[in-house]
T-cell receptor, first 115, second 113 residues
Framework: GAGVSQSPSNKVTEKGKDVELRCDPI?????LYWYRQSLGQGLEFLIY????????KSGLPSDRFSAERTGGSVSTLTIQRTQQEDSAVYLCASSFRFGGRDEQFFGPGTRLTVL | DQQVKQNSPSLSVQEGRISILNCDYTNSMFDYFLWYKKYPAEGPTFLIS?????DKNEDGRFTVFLNKSAKHLSLHIVPSQPGDSAVYFC????????????FGQGTRLTINP
């Protein structure tokens, strides 16, 4: 079956503009995660959604970042008033269950460049 | 503060020999550890994991060792193959908030023919 897909694969934007990044998780997966990888760094947790529960937003770096998950499937990560330090690869992952230690399957990422 | 550290940004190994990738962690609450492999322009893919109740887990050519007293884990690949050339990330999670993986910076492994 299809894996996790993300769009766009690349996004170049000007400082101050808003951007939306999309994630389509694996069908049937109830948990969805967003991470980002800045240059030379490991993946940094941003937010996760599990079923119908309130999302864990503890990793979001500022209130310019928000995410939603519609219908328990597709998720959108929005960054408002982008800054140059937001430049990174944004990765989405999904897993079958929430809780436990289920394997997280990652998408290919969206490379965001803020000029 | 970097809770999971991979101090070697790169490693070069001859084909057929053993590759050893190292990872250190500082948070004593971590009880589950994973290794992910990443090719360029692709997302990381799960390789192998280990629970803190074990000190070794083996899957084919891949073995992960955990030394809890030293807060250190390592991934052994033997024999190394050219297709193993990739970036390897170590990750950890705690029982509380188990869904949140904390990743190291990654080690780029190159297998030379």
């Amino acid at each position: 079956g299809a894996g996790v897909s993300q769009s766009p694969s690349n996004k170049v934007t000007e400082k101050g503009k808003d951007v939306e990044l999309r994630c389509d998780p694996i069908s049937g997966h109830t948990a969805l995660y967003w991470y980002r990888q800045s240059l030379g760094q490991g993946l940094e947790f941003l937010i996760y959604f599990q079923g119908n529960s309130a999302p864990d937003k503890s990793g979001l770096p500022s209130d310019r970042f928000s995410a939603e998950r519609t219908g328990g499937s597709v998720s959108t990560l929005t960054i408002q008033r982008t800054q140059q330090e937001d430049s990174a690869v944004y990765l989405c992952a999904s897993s079958f269950r929430f809780g436990g230690r289920d394997e997280q399957f990652f998408g290919p990422g969206t490379r965001l460049t803020v000029l | 503060d970097q809770q999971v550290k991979q101090n070697s940004p790169s490693l070069s190994v001859q084909e057929g020999r053993i590759s050893i990738l190292n990872c250190d962690y500082t948070n004593s609450m971590f009880d589950y550890f994973l290794w992910y492999k990443k090719y360029p322009a692709e997302g990381p893919t799960f390789l192998i994991s280990i629970s803190s109740i074990k000190d070794k887990n083996e899957d084919g050519r891949f073995t992960v060792f955990l030394n809890k007293s030293a807060k250190h884990l390592s991934l052994h690949i033997v024999p190394s193959q050219p297709g193993d050339s990739a970036v390897y990330f170590c990750a950890a999670s705690a029982r509380e908030g188990a869904q949140k993986l904390v990743f190291g910076q990654g080690t780029r492994l190159t297998i030379n023919p």
